[in-house]
């Protein structure tokens, strides 16, 4: 069963603008971690943050901002003022304690194309 | 050094050849992740390797075969290939703690084309 999901498969957006994308997990685990990677047209996955399940403060880093929240099983992700290589392919993963090897689940990702 | 290297970054080869991906990292990390990855889908997760052992192989056919000589390195040797194996093959490298799952780090991928 799919753990994770990111229920937009694409998003354009006109830079400047902002976009948020939307990242819903599943689990039974009361430990758990969650992490978002950028994935540009070159290839390599990057990892942008991680989350565990006992730290729900949101983050903000530069434009980029996190909103977690457990009571709707939720962390979405924010790009504010977007910018033309801000355009990648967006995965949200969870990875549960239960796992000792830190095997990570992969939503299907979000496809974010900023145009000038 | 938060690398992690991948050689080569593309490969054709045909359904007879033997080839193998290289991945090094030295960021000192104990676990090291091979993933499979098709166009417009997320990483699969093919093999785990946590202090040089293989713990998980995610019922990879024996035509991939993982191997770790020392704890930098991972390789994946590849032989009698298919055409549907035609992917971005992705290293990953985390540190390894009880009961928690560090980020994992990636390389940029071997383009794998199969003919």
């Known amino acids: 069963a799919q753990k994770v999901t990111q229920a937009q498969t694409e998003i354009s957006v006109v830079e400047k603008e902002d976009v948020t994308l939307d990242c819903v997990y599943e689990?039974?685990?009361?430990?758990?971690?969650l992490f978002w990677y950028k994935q540009p047209p070159s290839g390599e996955l990057v990892f942008l943050i991680r989350r565990n399940s006992f730290d729900e403060q949101n983050e903000i880093s530069g434009r980029y901002s996190w909103n977690f929240q457990k009571s709707t099983s939720s962390f979405n992700f924010t790009i504010t003022a977007s910018q033309v290589v801000d355009s990648a392919v967006y995965f949200c993963a969870l990875s549960e304690a239960a796992d000792s090897w830190g095997k990570l689940q992969f939503g299907a990702g979000t496809q974010v194309v900023v145009t000038p | 050094d938060t690398e992690v290297t991948q050689t080569p970054k593309h490969l054709v080869m045909g359904m007879t050849n033997k080839k193998s991906l290289k991945c090094e990292q030295h960021?000192?990390?104990?676990?090291m992740y091979w993933y499979k990855q098709k166009a417009k889908k997320p990483p699969e997760l093919m093999f785990v390797?946590?202090?040089?052992?293989?713990?998980i192989n995610e019922s990879v056919p024996s035509r991939f075969s993982p191997e770790c000589p020392n704890s930098s390195l991972l390789n994946l040797h590849l032989h009698a290939l298919q055409p549907e194996d035609s992917a971005l093959y992705l290293c990953?490298?985390?540190?390894?703690?009880?009961?928690?799952?560090?980020?994992?780090?990636f390389g940029p991928g071997t383009r794998l084309t199969v003919l």
């Open positions: 689990t039974r685990d009361t430990t758990y971690y």
């Open positions: 390797y946590s202090y040089e052992k293989l713990s």
């Open positions: 960021m000192g990390h104990r676990a």
């Open positions: 990953a490298s985390s540190g390894l703690r009880q009961g928690a799952s560090d980020e994992q780090f």
